[in-house]
């Protein structure tokens, strides 16, 4: 299953199920087939994300990437960061499953 995020101020991000549930997890989020991140939720999800990197970066084994290509947090939620801090400078929402 591929998860599709969608927002106004920035084209959609896609994501494998296990990558887009450990980033909702992080921020909060459940999981589900659809869902909405508000503006005002943005910045704490924003600094949880960027806080699960600098963790997974430090070496720390709890952190590890999802098993298979070896790639870890910041590549895979770089883009879904970037979208968060467009669409909260643009007060609009991020969704999926919509």
């Not at 992080?26 to 869902?35: A, L, R, S």
């Not at 699960?52 to 999802?66: C, K, M, N």
């Not at 968060?84 to 999926?96: F, P, Q, S, T």
């Amino acid at each position: 299953m591929l998860y599709k995020f969608k927002s106004k101020d920035t084209g959609d991000v896609i994501m494998l199920e296990a990558n887009a549930r450990r980033v909702l997890e992080i921020i909060g989020k459940n999981p589900g087939p659809t869902g909405i991140i508000l503006p005002e939720q943005m910045p704490a999800a924003i600094k949880a994300l960027e806080d699960a990197i600098a963790l997974e970066q430090s070496g720390d084994e709890d952190a590890g990437a999802v098993p298979g290509d070896g790639l870890g947090l910041h590549q895979r939620a770089i883009s879904f960061i970037d979208m968060l801090k467009r669409n909260h400078a643009g007060g609009h929402d991020v969704v999926w499953g919509v």
